[in-house]
């Protein structure tokens, strides 16, 4: 006999406790029923009609001879509904004892397409559908608010009245979904007439042509409202304070098929700035008076955006006065300025510190000097410092400390001198914590910032109290709270305790795999940092989402936990397999030598296409094939790449790839083909520190030459070279593309052997260090680079240090720093090199924050011989340039003298490129 009674009511709350989102939330069924035996006798779990694996079936924590109630089956819906795998959960019982667990899976979205004819901009349509989207739930409920939210995109993009199409097809075996929606017909209007109604007089001609706005266009109401925004924005550039344009009224003509348009527009009171007795942007100023503001309020704002801007000129004791002068609908705001005289500011002094020293408080507020005959700090920064020393001393249980700024003036030299008053520091006399059961308080107190006798400061409390519940979760423990208790015991003196109420320390009882279909387990168990049976430690729980996510072939990582039973959980890694297949085409320049002549093939730029296929995720072992192809007049090169993250059970990326290219070089031209085997090992410690190892196995043949066969080795044969590198790299950059701060150490030794009879014998070693620095002065910053290349053996010509060009030595061209063949003068390398570039950059403009001004100091050379290396042969560059910040690094224009240009070369040369110098 089948007993089974519903509780609807039941399953709502349950569904509402679980935090689940309200699309969800709509859709979710369950059957639950009130248990006829307190006792199971047999368990049945079902996913999708069959019956469930191992891994699923640990997730009903339930065995044949326990103790069943109706909150504990509430209790296990519940978690299983958290995991938000399942849509649907029935639970019955097939008479006394016989107990089954119907468990539905989510379906996900797999494609989302919308079509019909071709004029219809679709993908104007597509970001506008929310409710249902690919790689998400599919839940039948919101197919007709997904069909709503598609009318009103097309609608909105001019296609009333479409009639929309759905066809759904469901892939049971992927748990997937595909959605296509067909818009099957639509009406189109134009606009028959546009009338304007105003609040005062309008000049039609000129609001229609700044609009493009006349009768006989396709009504499309985003682009109408485009046009609208137009309308405003030309009333805000005539002064008018607030300008509401507004659509009136549309009527439809449907048998003509077109509408006639009413348009408000209400201009509010005309403002007008004036700036008197220095020359001050208005635009600074006009953006306070922009919309309702408070007459007040803007005024004084105005007042200090002036004197700001003045004090970064210099003029630190400058005085602004401002009133508003009506006449009818014209506001006119004057703000008058004394500017007084301009000061140059000389070193900051700070006196009555007693806790810190005047060098640890520069230091701390990053105002020391860098930089020779440029100010520490701007005017206007100068009037912050005070409320930053507070906030400095507060932090060091200081509250009540006081500053006060006073000058020294000697000529057109001002001195700043911060009078502090540091008052009484507050401190912690104690630390107790109450209710640790598992660890030592001495433990405890090495996690937190507040310490014994040290400094009281609030916000450090709640720092504290998140450092613990960390430490306690990465100990197992979940669910733990901590409640702190502040007394004053006598004044400036603080006991601090912490309340902590260990939560549940818990281990992993079952670890769970859903999602992929491609992926092998074996390599999602791999990246695991936790296994069964181990303490929940939530930072190796962190570390495990962090290396799936790194292997690249997942589009989403998710790891949920469900409580199974007493101090039990299981751990479920929802994994979202992402494309597998990408194909892209670009075209771009290339600069690699000045310009020679007027032909393209000779130009400064080149054209330059590239055709990349990747294939990811190859056999489900994480494993990368990749084909790529570089075309340009000067070079052709293709390359094959099997990349995966193992080498051999070892966690080290390895790359195997197979090259052939062809490139022409000023003094050679050659092809090579070549195959090499790479593995990239992370380190730790210390911390973003990566090691290569590179074996690899290359023919070159010469096919064009441009110096005297004496400078190479076995010209015009192919010269074969097996070799093995090992290089370490140290990036501590803030950003790879465009660097503030930090340093970049890197550094390759090569030996080339005379193996599987290659011609190669020879070493090399070539190292590189970047050096970033930001000043106290915002964007000033100052780079370093430095490279340091020495050989021995037979080095053959294409395997020797060249140097020169855009991205080294900026005082020649490309490749032409160093020794030259007698005959052609054309640059013949050599085994040593040392580049050594000094730059400067600088803000130019305050309009345009991206663009900066640079100043430089090339120096170096390339030796034919090692024993020939000799600084005082280096030769020296200056020059300026140009920088525009891209998110790809800075496009830079530059130009570079050469203050020693050997004979034959160029005294100056301009570059322009992209990248930093490297």
């Known amino acids: 006999m089948l007993v089974v009674r519903k509780i609807c009511f039941m399953g709502w709350l349950l569904i509402c406790c679980f935090g689940l989102s309200s699309n969800l939330l709509s859709s979710l069924a369950q059957t ?55 849509s649907d959960i029935e639970v019955l019982e097939k008479g006394r004892g016989n107990f089954v667990f119907r468990l539905r899976r989510v379906k996900v979205v797999r494609h989302l397409i919308i079509y019909g004819r071709k004029e219809i901009p679709f993908p104007l349509i597509r970001p506008q559908v929310s409710s249902l989207k690919e790689g998400e739930a599919f839940l039948a409920d919101l197919l007709p608010k997904t069909i709503a939210e598609i009318k009103t995109a097309l609608e909105e993009q001019g296609y009333f009245q479409p009639l929309i199409e759905v066809f759904q097809d469901e892939d049971e075996e992927n748990l997937a979904v595909d959605l296509l929606f067909r818009v099957d017909s639509y009406e189109r209007y134009k606009i028959k007439s546009i009338r304007f109604v105003s609040s005062i007089s309008l ?102 955006k002036i004197i700001q801007y003045l004090r970064k000129k210099g003029y630190l004791f400058a005085s602004v006065s401002s009133r508003i002068e009506r006449k009818g609908n014209l506001q006119r705001v004057v703000y008058e300025v004394n500017s007084g005289s301009k000061f140059k500011i000389g070193p900051l002094v700070f006196r009555g510190m007693k806790y810190f020293t005047q060098d ?26 005070p ?61 937190i910032i507040s310490q014994p006798e040290g400094p009281f400061f609030r916000p450090n409390i709640q720092k504290d109290i998140e450092q613990l519940e960390t430490f306690y979760a990465n100990q197992g423990f979940r669910g733990t709270k901590i409640f702190p208790e502040i007394e004053e015991t006598k004044k400036d003196h603080f006991l601090v305790a912490f309340k902590i109420e260990e939560g549940e320390r818990v281990r ?35 570390e495990t989402k962090y290396r799936l996510e790194k292997l690249g072939i997942f589009s989403e990582v998710r790891i949920d936990e469900q409580k199974v039973g007493p101090g039990e959980i299981n751990l479920i890694l929802n994994l979202k397999e992402g494309d597998r297949n990408y194909m892209g085409l670009g075209l771009g320049l290339e600069t690699k030598e000045g310009p020679k002549a007027l032909e393209i093939w000779n130009a400064v730029v080149r054209p330059r296409g590239t055709a990349e296929y990747i294939r990811s995720n190859v056999l489900g072992t994480a494993a990368q094939l990749s084909l790529v192809g570089q075309v340009s007049l000067k070079e052709t090169r293709g390359v094959l790449s099997w990349e995966q993250p193992y080498f051999f059970g070892l966690p080290m990326q390895t790359y ?93 030794l090569e030996w080339a052997y005379p193996l599987f009879n290659a011609e190669s014998n020879f070493q090399k070693i070539f190292s590189k260090l970047q050096y970033f620095y930001t000043f106290s002065m915002p964007q000033w910053r100052f780079s370093l680079t430095s490279r340091l290349g020495l050989g021995r053996g037979r080095i053959p010509i294409h395997e020797r240090f060249f140097g020169g060009g855009s991205h080294s030595f900026r005082g020649t061209e490309f490749d032409e720093l160093g020794p030259k063949d007698p005959d052609s003068g054309n640059p013949v390398g050599g085994k040593a090199l040392f580049i050594l570039n000094l730059e400067l950059s600088f803000p130019l403009l305050e309009d345009l924050p991206y663009l900066h001004g640079a100043v430089f100091y090339d120096t170096g050379k390339v030796f034919l011989e090692r024993r020939q290396f000799n600084p005082l042969d280096f030769q020296h560059a200056l020059g300026v340039g140009l920088r525009y910040q891209t998110p790809l690094g800075p496009v830079r224009f530059e130009v570079g003298w050469s203050l020693n240009p050997s004979v034959g070369e160029k005294a100056i040369n301009v570059f322009l490129t992209i990248g930093n110098v490297f």
């Open 203 to 304: 000049n039609e001609e000129k609001i229609r042509k700044r609009a493009q706005l006349k009768e006989g266009q396709v009504y499309i109401p985003k682009l109408l409202s485009e046009k609208l925004e137009k309308i405003r924005e030309y009333y805000l550039e005539q002064g008018y304070r607030k300008v509401e344009v507004r659509l009136e009224e549309v009527k439809f003509d449907q048998e003509a098929r077109g509408v006639n348009l009413t348009i408000g527009l209400f201009p509010r009171e005309k403002t007008e700035i004036e700036i008197r007795g220095f020359e001050v942007p208005i635009k600074m100023v006009k953006s306070v008076w922009t919309g309702d503001v408070f007459e007040e309020w803007a005024l004084t704002e105005g007042e200090a």
């Open 360 to 385: 640890e408080l520069q230091r701390q507020l990053e105002i020391q000097r860098r930089i020779p005959f440029l100010p520490t700090i701007d005017g206007a920064r100068l009037f912050q410092l």
């Open 508 to 542: 992993l009882k079952k670890i769970i795999i859903t999602g992929p279909k491609v992926t092998r387990r074996r390599v999602i168990l791999k990246e695991l940092r936790i296994f069964e049976g181990d303490v929940a430690n939530a930072a190796l729980i962190r």
């Open 32 to 86: 639950i029923i009130f248990p006829q035996s307190n006792q199971i006798k047999s368990l049945k779990v079902e996913i999708d009609g069959d019956q469930a694996e191992e891994d699923f079936r640990a997730m009903v924590p339930l065995q044949e001879g326990d103790v069943i109630s109706l909150k504990k089956i509430s209790g296990i819906v519940k978690s299983l509904y958290k995991t938000h795998l399942f």
């Open 656 to 748: 195997l790839n197979a090259w052939l290219e062809r490139e022409e070089r000023r003094s050679y031209a050659f092809d090579r083909r070549g195959i090499s085997l790479s593995t990239i090992r992370e380190l730790k410690k210390p911390q973003d520190f990566v090691l290569l190892f590179t074996l690899r196995l290359a023919r070159t043949s010469l096919y064009k030459l441009y110096v005297a066969e004496s400078e190479v080795d076995r010209q015009h044969f192919p010269f074969s070279t097996t070799s093995i590198s090992g290089s370490f790299i140290w990036d501590r950059r803030d950003d790879a593309f465009n660097p503030a701060h930090g340093f970049f150490l890197s550094s390759s």
């Open 387 to 447: 409320r930053e020393i507070k906030l400095f001393y507060m932090i060091y249980g200081f509250p009540e400390t006081q500053v006060n700024l006073n000058f020294e003036r000697q000529g057109r030299t001002i001195t700043p001198i911060y009078y502090i008053s540091e008052g009484p520091q507050q401190v912690i006399d104690e630390i107790l914590l109450k209710g640790t059961l598992s660890f030592p308080s001495t433990i405890l107190l090495e996690k």
